[in-house]
């Protein structure tokens, strides 16, 4: 009964989705306001930072044989580039790139230093707890405000591409006119239900796999077994390998659906 309670104490302490939620890291004080700036927003913030300073650098030295760090960069933006924005951009693909490699770096930056376990290492170096740090990604309203921008970048390309009578016209493919109010409304829900797909998807993939993380390491302080362990090391080891796949994996589905719902703004043929 003693090592029952004891099991059920610990499992009452463990809450794996602890690492995915957002709290208060610091406060700012603007004016007569105090804004508390979470963890997940520090995270935002030095994605934003890292991609400021990491670009240039491989920007800069401008050889005709790029090396490292400008030969991946590189790499990288010349498939985004043919093999993503132009099947579905076509002659607008120069027009629209910047946004297609800024929607992919950033969202990549992100699950990327979401595998990162600062806010542990901060506690390690400080001897107190510390929230600078968390799988930003992982919040719905982290990746609801990235869909957002999408939702509003296509909206305003296709308003520019086409002006906004024509873009509302075109918004419906043609069909017999009884038909069209009811594609109308599809259309239209269409458009906001797209943003929250892009929303979910990512949030749900990343978040997955830090529940995955901590129940793992959790079995350790239930169990306090060498082999469960040793088998729960293994394992998250294999599932943070897994981690860095779905990383790319969901950085790329973001990207390619964000330039294929652009493609869809900016011509009128459906």
């Given at each position: 009964m003693g090592s029952l309670a004891l099991?059920?104490?610990?499992?009452?302490?463990?809450?794996?989705?602890?690492?995915?939620?957002?709290?208060?890291?610091?406060?700012?004080?603007?004016?007569?306001?105090?804004?508390?700036?979470?963890?997940?927003?520090?995270?935002?913030?030095?994605?934003?930072?890292?991609?400021l300073v990491a670009v240039p650098l491989a920007a800069k030295p401008r050889v005709m044989i790029p090396k490292g760090l400008q030969n991946l960069v590189e790499?990288?933006?010349?498939?985004?580039?043919?093999?993503?924005?132009?099947?579905?951009?076509?002659?607008?693909?120069?027009?629209?790139?910047?946004?297609?490699?800024?929607?992919?770096?950033?969202?990549?930056?992100l699950n990327l230093l979401a595998m990162v376990?600062?806010?542990?290492?901060?506690?390690?170096?400080?001897?107190?707890?510390?929230h600078f740090g968390g799988p930003a990604t992982a919040n719905i309203w982290v990746t609801g405000a990235l869909a957002t921008v999408t939702f509003f970048t296509v909206h305003i390309c296709g308003i520019r591409q086409q002006?906004?009578?024509?873009?509302?016209?075109?918004?419906?493919?043609?069909?017999?006119?009884?038909?069209?109010?009811?594609?109308?409304?599809?259309?239209?829900?269409?458009?906001?239900?797209?943003?929250?797909?892009?929303?979910?998807?990512?949030?749900?993939?990343?978040?997955?796999?830090?529940?995955?993380?901590a129940t793992f390491l959790g079995l350790i302080l239930i169990f306090k077994n060498y082999g469960v362990a040793t088998a729960s090391v293994l394992a998250v080891v294999a599932i943070s390998f897994l981690e860095l796949l779905v990383a790319l994996i969901q950085a790329f589905i973001f990207t390619l659906l964000s330039a294929l719902y652009i493609s869809f703004s900016v011509f009128s043929e459906h």
């Amino acid at each position: 009964m003693g090592s029952l309670a004891l099991y059920a104490g610990v499992l009452a302490e463990f809450n794996p989705l602890e690492p995915t939620q957002s709290v208060p890291a610091f406060t700012v004080s603007v004016g007569p306001w105090n804004l508390a700036v979470s963890n997940h927003m520090f995270m935002v913030g030095m994605a934003a930072l890292l991609l400021l300073v990491a670009v240039p650098l491989a920007a800069k030295p401008r050889v005709m044989i790029p090396k490292g760090l400008q030969n991946l960069v590189e790499m990288v933006c010349v498939f985004l580039r043919e093999e993503v924005a132009r099947p579905v951009l076509r002659e607008q693909t120069d027009r629209y790139i910047g946004f297609v490699w800024t929607v992919f770096f950033f969202v990549l930056s992100l699950n990327l230093l979401a595998m990162v376990p600062s806010e542990k290492i901060v506690s390690l170096l400080t001897g107190k707890k510390s929230h600078f740090g968390g799988p930003a990604t992982a919040n719905i309203w982290v990746t609801g405000a990235l869909a957002t921008v999408t939702f509003f970048t296509v909206h305003i390309c296709g308003i520019r591409q086409q002006g906004f009578r024509h873009y509302f016209v075109n918004l419906a493919p043609r069909a017999p006119w009884w038909i069209m109010p009811l594609l109308y409304v599809m259309e239209i829900i269409t458009a906001f239900v797209r943003p929250l797909t892009l929303a979910v998807r990512l949030f749900a993939n990343i978040i997955a796999g830090h529940i995955l993380v901590a129940t793992f390491l959790g079995l350790i302080l239930i169990f306090k077994n060498y082999g469960v362990a040793t088998a729960s090391v293994l394992a998250v080891v294999a599932i943070s390998f897994l981690e860095l796949l779905v990383a790319l994996i969901q950085a790329f589905i973001f990207t390619l659906l964000s330039a294929l719902y652009i493609s869809f703004s900016v011509f009128s043929e459906h």
